[in-house]
């Protein structure tokens, strides 16, 4: 008994501290899983993240039969409570429920520095069994308390389902891969070499320090905020984050200096994304496995420019020689603050009209092109980055898609007559969101939008002002999404104002003023 005569905890261990199997041969260490196996069969099950890390890996070891088993996830119900939006870790939900310390921030003694024995190991075990066990009792409580019972059966029957995706992951074509990194690479090279030249300083865009110095001590601008995106007072750690650059641009800055925070801007939103899809790094892990590589055989290193660290600016290698297919692991969360399911990878934001401000010569040279407004980079077209993404080998993928499926739903759950009444009727609903934020009364809406469809692409119209129009769908779609999830107005118009064309870089909301927020958010 670990605690008292009521419970007795049982810790059944595969693996010492040094990475050695406990059993000393293949038979006894099947006996422990199937004997584990047979409790995960015949028992209920309670968990804390079993859905979304237990099953796949009970799965990945032959211990469970039943891939879409309901059981108890105590994570799961914490995420269906009226604290949804707080920590959902075993530790902060032990001590919502007992008057007991935050126990697991104290010593993880799955870090082995922290484990003085194996023995560590097993009673670590045993505690998270104990807590999840006694907490899940409280926590169904707390879930029938807040009245949402029913949703937290709907998420416990998505489970199994999203198990099975994220041990599905993507495959990857390393070809596409390999040449999207070059791409990249050069485009971030060019980038950071404009800046310098811009700037007229040797100056390292990686380099948050250097950036600040350069602005508020060199050329003496004050901070428009702090490290916490707030107003800078003297003594706040001053920020040279996007948001900062683009208010001090706001604010009035000598054109070179203009030029050269736009080159920085775009290099940030360059290494950003190389960094997130493309490159190898801690958060993205492209694995190979033998099968893959038996399908497709293996394609050649890739060399470019480096872009961070000691060698930053040198010729050197991107990604080595590799096989054509590689896989992507990730893992889905059920139900974040937001109720969107989102993913632990960020493989649901991977591009698809990712930026590419340049086309190069021959010689790797920017191509160049006269304008009224002086020399301006020629522009090469979007890429799709999702066209590296492809199905297993004799397998194919299939799309769905339901047009502002989102705002379908929340119209239903807030029973929004206005939104419902428009899709009823057919309307534009996005349109018509951007025509209350211009208008007081539903009325004067409705004024508005029927006097701008018949300009739009969707009511026929083309040119300009249909262009025009488009731009205001774009306004109600951010502006409203952004509200949705909690945006007060200062935040509603830096984001907006940070916003840049994925597909080129300049900003999407250029012309906006915080006297128009203002408007929007009272409307």
């Given at each position: 008994?670990?605690?008292?005569?009521?419970?007795?905890?049982?810790?059944?261990p595969?693996?010492?501290?040094d990475?050695?199997?406990?059993?000393?041969?293949?038979?006894?260490?099947?006996?422990?899983?199937?004997?584990?196996?047979?409790?995960?069969?015949?028992?209920?099950i309670?968990?804390?993240?079993?859905?979304?890390?237990?099953?796949?890996?009970?799965?990945?070891?032959?211990?469970?039969?039943?891939?879409?088993?309901?059981?108890?996830?105590?994570?799961?119900a914490?995420?269906?409570?009226?604290?949804?939006?707080?920590?959902?870790?075993?530790?902060?939900?032990?001590?919502?429920?007992?008057?007991?310390?935050l126990?697991?921030?104290n010593v993880?003694?799955?870090?082995?520095?922290?484990?003085?024995?194996d023995?560590?190991?097993?009673?670590?075990?045993?505690?998270?069994?104990?807590?999840?066990?006694?907490?899940?009792?409280?926590?169904?409580?707390?879930?029938?308390?807040?009245?949402?019972?029913?949703?937290?059966?709907?998420?416990?029957?998505?489970?199994?389902?999203?198990?099975?995706?994220?041990?599905?992951?993507?495959i990857?074509?390393?070809r596409?891969?390999?040449?999207?990194?070059?791409?990249?690479?050069?485009i971030a090279g060019?980038?950071s070499?404009?800046?310098?030249?811009?700037?007229?300083?040797?100056?390292?865009?990686?380099?948050?320090?250097?950036?600040?110095?350069?602005?508020?001590?060199d050329?003496g601008?004050?901070?428009?905020?702090?490290?916490e995106?707030?107003?800078?007072?003297?003594?706040?750690?001053?920020?040279?984050?996007?948001?900062?650059?683009?208010?001090?641009?706001?604010?009035?800055?000598?054109?070179?200096?203009?030029?050269?925070?736009?080159?920085?801007?775009?290099?940030?939103?360059?290494?950003?994304?190389?960094?997130?899809?493309?490159?190898k790094?801690?958060?993205i892990?492209?694995?190979?496995?033998?099968?893959?590589v038996?399908?497709?055989g293996?394609?050649?290193?890739?060399?470019g420019?480096?872009?961070t660290?000691?060698?930053?600016?040198?010729?050197g290698?991107?990604l080595?020689?590799?096989?054509?297919?590689?896989?992507?692991?990730?893992s889905?969360?059920?139900?974040?603050?937001?109720?969107?399911?989102?993913?632990e990878?960020?493989?649901?934001?991977i591009?698809?009209?990712?930026?590419?401000?340049f086309?190069?010569?021959?010689?790797?040279?920017?191509?160049?092109k006269?304008?009224?407004?002086?020399?301006?980079?020629?522009?090469?077209?979007?890429?799709?980055?999702?066209?590296?993404?492809?199905?297993?080998?004799?397998?194919?993928?299939?799309?769905?898609?339901m047009?502002?499926?989102?705002?379908?739903?929340?119209?239903?759950?807030?029973?929004?007559?206005?939104?419902l009444?428009?899709?009823?009727?057919?309307?534009?609903?996005?349109?018509?969101?951007?025509?209350t934020?211009k208008?007081?009364?539903?009325?004067?809406?409705?004024?508005?939008?029927?006097?701008?469809?018949?300009?739009?692409?969707?009511?026929?119209?083309?040119?300009?002002?249909?262009?025009?129009?488009?731009?205001?769908?774009?306004?109600?779609?951010?502006?409203?999404?952004?509200?949705?999830?909690?945006?007060?107005?200062?935040?509603?118009?830096?984001?907006?104002?940070?916003?840049?064309?994925?597909?080129?870089?300049?900003?999407?909301?250029?012309?906006?003023?915080?006297?128009?927020?203002?408007?929007?958010?009272?409307?």
């Open positions: 008994p670990f605690t008292n005569s009521d419970e007795l905890v049982i810790a059944v595969f693996l010492w501290r990475g050695r199997h406990c059993w000393s041969d293949r038979e006894t260490r099947q006996r422990a899983w199937d004997a584990v196996k047979l409790v995960i069969d015949r028992c209920a309670v968990g804390q993240n079993f859905y979304a890390y237990d099953i796949p890996v009970l799965a990945r070891h032959g211990a469970i039969t039943d891939r879409g088993m309901l059981c108890r996830d105590l994570m799961l914490h995420k269906n409570t009226i604290e949804c939006d707080l920590p959902h870790g075993l530790g902060f939900i032990t001590k919502r429920c007992f008057p007991v310390p126990w697991k921030s993880d003694h799955k870090v082995s520095d922290n484990a003085d024995s023995r560590d190991y097993r009673i670590y075990g045993c505690e998270d069994a104990t807590a999840t066990g006694r907490a899940w009792g409280i926590m169904k409580e707390h879930v029938k308390d807040g009245g949402f019972e029913k949703q937290f059966r709907i998420d416990s029957r998505k489970g199994p389902a999203i198990s099975q995706m994220c041990e599905m992951g993507m990857i074509n390393e596409d891969r390999g040449r999207y990194a070059a791409l990249y690479h050069k060019a980038l070499r404009l800046f310098v030249q811009e700037a007229g300083v040797d100056i390292n865009p990686n380099s948050s320090d250097q950036v600040k110095s350069w602005l508020y001590k050329l601008y004050e901070p428009p905020l702090n490290t995106g707030r107003p800078w007072k003297p003594g706040d750690a001053a920020s040279a984050g996007t948001a900062a650059i683009i208010q001090l641009q706001d604010l009035g800055v000598e054109p070179h200096v203009d030029r050269a925070l736009d080159w920085l801007i775009q290099y940030k939103s360059c290494v950003k994304l190389t960094s997130s899809y493309i490159d790094s801690d958060d892990e492209y694995d190979y496995h033998q099968d893959l038996d399908a497709g293996f394609v050649p290193s890739v060399h420019e480096i872009l660290g000691k060698d930053r600016g040198s010729h290698l991107i080595p020689e590799r096989p054509l297919l590689s896989w992507l692991p990730f889905y969360h059920q139900r974040p603050a937001t109720g969107r399911l989102g993913s990878r960020n493989v649901q934001n591009i698809a009209n990712a930026f590419a401000p086309v190069f010569d021959d010689n790797d040279e920017i191509v160049w006269d304008t009224p407004a002086g020399p301006k980079p020629k522009r090469r077209k979007p890429t799709n980055l999702r066209t590296m993404i492809v199905a297993p080998p004799d397998h194919c993928i299939v799309r769905a898609d047009a502002q499926i989102e705002l379908r739903i929340f119209a239903e759950v807030a029973q929004d007559r206005v939104l009444d428009a899709f009823r009727a057919g309307h534009d609903p996005h349109l018509l969101n951007f025509c934020l208008t007081r009364d539903i009325d004067d809406a409705y004024k508005l939008y029927h006097e701008l469809f018949p300009h739009s692409e969707k009511g026929g119209g083309r040119g300009p002002k249909a262009k025009r129009i488009k731009f205001y769908r774009t306004i109600a779609k951010r502006f409203i999404y952004l509200m949705i999830y909690g945006g007060e107005e200062g935040k509603l118009y830096q984001t907006l104002k940070a916003e840049r064309n994925k597909a080129t870089g300049e900003r999407t909301f250029a012309a906006i003023l915080p006297s128009d927020v203002e408007e929007w958010y009272d409307n």
